[in-house]
């Protein structure tokens, strides 16, 4: 029975190394006195091979078994089946639709997103004029800063703004209620407010632009860009550009300012707040200054300064702060 087991095995293994230690065993150890015929029915039997070695053991075979993985790949390919949840897919979530109940409810009761967006920035500049400083408005409140600040009265910053003020203040006396807006990058535009004349049901819009030095041609070229860049409010016909200057308009400058076609003036206020000089355009008549004329005032010390006249009388503007900006 080894020897057939021996055989069986070597047979498998198909080795000829096995083969030949089966060859040399069989030949050491076994020995067989005769072998005769046998007989079907009354013949000795044959005798067994005496064997005292142990039975060759069975190799294990490296070749996986099917039915586990088989039975693993059905427990993958089929999750519901076998209980367990289907992995979740990467994206956007499955849009609900008729057939889907569940989805389709979820989806109707839940409110839906809305999408957020900055705020607009408030047209503001239509109906509020901001100051041009959080630490001053007028020009008492300056000079009370420019103290405090230790602000050299020979600064270019000291100069302007002291100039500007005293512009403003200066116009009050012609009914010119204006707002200092003047700071960086304000596009040439000092001061902003309004005008009220007898010509006007309502009071015309002005702009300004202010020069503590003397006057030049290019600079009516330059207040024409600042109205480009003015607020909305300040483009429209109801609306005349100021250039204010510390010394008189030469020729060239009067002819710069009479060639614009934008309704323009212009004005010398000395750095004292005296009103020496004011010409305008033939546009700006055409936007309300018709019948508008210019006078001299003498004063009590002997000075005198600028007035107007309505229809060739002396107008005696209106208190300056009836009418305010709107």
Known sequence: MHFRHALVTSSRLNRPSIRLLIRRYLSQNLKLNRVEPADLHHGPSIPSISDNTTPLSKTPSRRTKAHPILGNAESILSPVDSGTEPP???????????????????????????????????KGDEHVI??????????????????????????????????EYTVAEALERLAFSLTRVGRASDLGIDLLGSWALPSRPKP??????????????????????????????????????????????????????GRSGLPMAYLNITTEGKIRQFVWNHA??????EGLGVALRYLVDGDSEVALTWKGVPWSPSSPTSHSVA
């Open 88 to 122: 979740r897919r990467r994206g956007r979530p499955k849009k609900a639709t008729n057939s889907d109940p569940d989805t389709s409810e979820e989806a109707t009761s839940a409110p839906p997103k809305k999408r957020l967006r900055k705020p607009k920035t408030p």
């Open 130 to 163: 901001t100051h041009g400083s959080l630490r001053h408005t007028s020009l008492s409140e300056f000079l009370d800063y420019a103290d405090a600040a230790n602000l050299s009265p020979t600064s270019t910053v000291y100069r302007g703004t002291h100039y």
């Open 204 to 257: 015309l819009n002005v702009l300004i632009q202010c020069k503590a030095e003397a006057p030049k041609p290019s600079m009516v070229r330059e207040l024409e860009g600042a109205v480009v860049g003015a607020p909305v409010r300040y483009r429209g016909e109801g609306t005349i550009a100021i250039l204010a200057a510390a010394k008189e308009a030469t020729k060239g400058v009067r002819d710069a300012v």
């Open 284 to 289: 700006a008549v055409e936007r309300g200054l």
